[in-house]
C-alpha cells in the first residue's frame, strides 16, 4: 500500500550526538514537509521541500539540516546545535506545491506514524 | 498574520453526547479548511476537508463541519461520542500563500 513510513519510531540519543530521521514515501508526492510536535504546541514546521534538490526553512529550523536527493526520501538530521530535540518528529507529504505552484491546491498533507526522539 | 485557534485545549464528554469541538481561522479570503485527527503517538489523519462548494462536509467516524465564512468558523461535531473518538484533533487551514497553518489541538476525553 502506498503511504509515508518513518524510521525509527523510537530513537535514544545522547547529549552531542546527530542523528538522522528517515522519511520515505511512495505516493509519488511532490512536497514533503517535517514537523516538531511538543505537549501543548501543536505542529511546528521544521524544514520542507517542494521540489527535487530545493527546500526552505521552516519556523524552527535551527538545529535541524535536510536533504532532498530523491522525490522519495526526505530525511531530517537533528543536529547537536539543537538545544531542546526531545519531541515526537512527524513527516508528511503533499501532491501538489501548494499555492506557490500558481494554483490551487487540491490534497491535504499525508502524515507518517511519527518518530520519537529522546536525549538522554 | 493569519492563524487558527481551537477554543479549549481540553473537551471532555460523557459516551453518547455531542461532540462539538471549536476552530476559527483567520483570512480576508475563505482558505481551505482540514480536520485531522491524532491518536498517542501516531501520525495524524484526515477527518474531513473543506475546499469548495457545499458548506457542510461530512467525514469519517461520523464526523462534520461546517464551513461559515462571515463567523471565519470551521467547528466540527459528532452527534454521539464513542469511547473510541478520544484523541486529539487539529483544525488546519491552507491560506492563499504558504504552508499549512495548525490549530494547538483540543484532546477529547469521552467518559463511560
Known amino acids: 500500500d502506498g503511504g509515508i513510513t518513518q524510521s525509527p519510531k523510537y530513537l535514544f540519543r545522547k547529549e552531542g550526538q546527530n542523528v538522522t530521521l528517515s522519511c520515505e514515501q511512495n505516493?509519488?508526492?511532490?512536497?514533503m514537509y517535517w514537523y516538531r510536535q511538543d505537549p501543548g504546541q501543536g505542529l511546528r514546521l521544521i524544514y520542507y521541500?517542494?521540489?527535487?534538490?530545493?527546500?526552505q526553512k521552516g519556523d524552527i529550523a535551527e538545529g535541524y539540516s535536510v536533504s532532498r536527493e530523491k522525490k522519495e526520501s526526505f530525511p531530517l538530521t537533528v543536529t547537536s546545535a539543537q538545544k531542546n530535540p526531545t519531541a515526537f518528529y512527524l513527516c508528511?507529504?503533499?501532491?501538489?506545491?501548494?499555492?506557490?505552484?500558481?494554483?490551487?491546491?487540491?490534497?491535504?498533507?499525508?502524515f507518517g506514524e511519527g518518530s520519537r526522539l529522546t536525549v538522554l | 498574520a493569519q492563524s487558527v485557534t481551537q477554543l479549549g485545549s481540553h473537551v471532555s464528554v460523557s459516551e453518547g453526547a455531542l461532540v462539538l469541538l471549536r476552530c476559527n481561522y483567520s483570512?480576508?479570503?475563505?482558505?481551505?479548511l482540514f480536520w485531522y485527527v491524532q491518536y498517542p503517538n501516531q501520525g495524524l489523519q484526515l477527518l474531513l476537508k473543506?475546499?469548495?462548494?457545499?458548506?457542510l462536509v461530512k467525514g469519517i467516524n461520523g464526523f462534520e463541519a461546517e464551513f461559515k465564512k462571515s463567523e471565519t468558523s470551521f467547528h466540527l461535531t459528532k452527534p454521539s461520542a464513542h469511547m473510541s473518538d478520544a484523541a486529539e484533533y487539529f483544525c488546519?487551514?491552507?491560506?492563499?500563500?504558504?504552508?499549512?497553518?495548525f490549530g494547538k489541538g483540543t484532546k477529547l476525553s469521552v467518559k463511560p
Open positions: 508528511a507529504s503533499r501532491p501538489d506545491r501548494g499555492w506557490t505552484s500558481g494554483r490551487a491546491p487540491t490534497g491535504e498533507l499525508f
Open positions: 505516493l509519488n508526492h511532490d512536497a
Open positions: 521541500s517542494q521540489i527535487v534538490n530545493d527546500f
Open positions: 483570512s480576508s479570503v475563505p482558505p481551505y
Open positions: 473543506y475546499t469548495t462548494g457545499a458548506t
Open positions: 488546519a487551514a491552507t491560506p492563499w500563500a504558504g504552508n499549512l497553518i
